[in-house]
T-cell receptor, first 111, second 116 residues
Framework: LAKTTQPISMDSYEGQEVNITCSHN???????ITWYQQFPSQGPRFIIQ???TKVTNEVASLFIPADRKSSTLSLPRVSLSDTAVYYC????????????FGKGTKLSVKP | EPEVTQTPSHQVTQMGQEVILRCVPI?????FYWYRQILGQKVEFLVS????????KSEIFDDQFSVERPDGSNFTLKIRSTKLEDSAMYFC??????????????FGPGTRLTVT
């Protein structure tokens, strides 16, 4: 599985757009990029998944450049409730489905 | 919105005792997982289960652990003889397609296991 690198922590203020970048230099052809969110004492929650270019849903956008060696999760107009740990995961279609979580990025949103 | 449920929310047990953690996955899902998270650490994969058998397991999932789908709705994790280091939050998850094309797993709220 491709190793991912993301910042340990980020601070933001309410109403700002937050971009969290993840590096995955060894991403393989079959790998998808997936982001999860975890609040304290809760299970991780799927946010978004992409393979290339841009994906957008009601929660976030995911930008993936052509070389796919990195990806950026974009959270528009964050609120205090977006304070959480955000995980970038990369994996291939041959896996049995086990998610390999790193340490994630702890996002703190301040008023 | 359908959700994964887990019981109990908190389990306290003495070292050496057996515990069973219970999960009810989302009803039309076919793939089931257990993860654990020691306080302040990463979420770690334990085991995946499909078609009534283990698909994959991690090094953590040794002979002390077992999983079962005793009926059409429950999915259980048993720890035969608990150790202090088994203290963690245990998350059950389920999904309806294989990882790769869709990597969306639905996690339960977790069971906090405290071994004393």
């Amino acid at each position: 599985l491709a190793k991912t690198t993301q910042p340990i922590s980020m601070d933001s203020y309410e109403g700002q757009e937050v971009n969290i970048t993840c590096s995955h230099n060894n991403i393989a052809t079959n790998d998808y990029i997936t982001w999860y969110q975890q609040f304290p004492s809760q299970g991780p929650r799927f946010i978004i998944q992409g393979y290339k270019t841009k994906v957008t849903n009601e929660v976030a956008s995911l930008f993936i450049p052509a070389d796919r060696k990195s990806s950026t999760l974009s959270l528009p107009r964050v609120s205090l409730s977006d304070t959480a740990v955000y995980y970038c995961l990369v994996g291939d279609g041959g896996s049995q489905g086990n998610l390999i979580f790193g340490k994630g990025t702890k996002l703190s949103v301040k008023p | 919105e359908p959700e994964v449920t887990q019981t109990p929310s908190h389990q306290v047990t003495q070292m050496g005792q057996e515990v069973i953690l219970r999960c009810v996955p989302i009803s039309n899902h076919l793939y089931f997982y257990w993860y654990r998270q020691i306080l302040g650490q990463k979420v770690e994969f334990l085991v995946s289960f499909y078609n009534n058998e283990i698909s994959e397991k991690s090094e953590i999932f040794d002979d002390q652990f077992s999983v079962e789908r005793p009926d059409g709705s429950n999915f259980t994790l048993k720890i035969r003889s608990t150790k202090l280091e088994d203290s963690a939050m245990y998350f059950c998850a389920s999904s309806d397609v294989r990882w790769g094309t869709h990597y969306e797993q639905y996690f339960g709220p977790g069971t906090r296991l405290t071994v004393t």
